[in-house]
């Protein structure tokens, strides 16, 4: 009996390789033989898959995106868990968007490269909003949990704050992006330092929650 392929890790053998590609020479190396040979596949099978450039770097920054939340979901879940304050928690979820080591370098040239084709392709468009938008509403639900739990003042406006932390966060993420790979040094720490005193603006108070004894989280 013939084996069934596998078509969702095929789907991912080509989104690493297109996230190989870019991350060593750029989005004008990304081709379909290039993505094929990279890939280990055929060009017949890759464009199975994925008929345009544009539909390969769609799926490989739906998969980068996903890998990212990815982690930052499981950051929410452990700091939830040890009962951390929303405040403490958002540092390393915003960190997870800063290319501060070389998997995140990588998957920030790819979302880089997403953007700059977005820029003359609707479909690619609407889809960089999208993202965009569930990242500022996931900050805005994190400041109105800090608003609930004691962390965040209760008039404080969660859109206008979110957006403030996406803005900072997105800005931040290009500064070190530019500097060289081996410039790590202190990095980390001072956007640790500035990530921080962003969100000490907004997250001005303390948690009741668990002084209170009480369970769950964010």
Avoid: W
């Avoid at 499981?74 to 968007?97: C, D, K, N, S």
């Avoid at 403030?164 to 931040?172: F, H, K």
């Avoid at 070190?176 to 202190?186: L, N």
């Amino acid at each position: 009996m013939p084996r069934t392929a596998d078509h969702d890790e095929r789907r991912r053998q080509i989104a690493a390789a297109v996230c190989e590609l870019i991350s060593e020479n750029g989005l004008d190396a990304v081709t379909v033989a290039r993505t094929a040979r990279t890939a280990g596949m055929s060009v017949g099978l890759v464009q199975h898959y994925f008929r345009t450039k544009d539909e390969m770097l769609l799926h490989a920054f739906t998969t980068v995106s996903a890998r990212i939340r990815g982690r930052a979901e499981e950051r929410i879940r452990t700091g939830t868990r040890h009962q951390r304050p929303i405040a403490a928690i958002m540092v390393e979820v915003l960190t997870e968007f800063i290319p501060l080591d070389d998997t995140r370098r990588a998957e920030y040239r790819v979302a880089r490269a997403f953007a700059g084709r977005a820029l003359d392709a609707p479909a690619l468009a609407a889809v960089d909003v999208e993202t965009a938008r569930r990242i500022r509403e996931d900050l805005a639900r994190a400041v109105h949990n800090g608003k609930e739990c004691g962390e965040v003042e209760p008039d404080l406006d969660p859109g206008p704050a979110a957006l403030r932390l996406a803005a900072v966060t997105e800005g931040l993420a290009l500064q070190v992006y530019r500097e060289p790979p081996t410039a790590t040094g202190d990095t980390a720490a001072l956007v640790s330092s500035i990530v921080t005193a962003e969100l000490a603006a907004v997250f001005t108070g303390e948690c009741r929650q668990y002084a209170r004894g009480g369970g769950g989280g964010k």
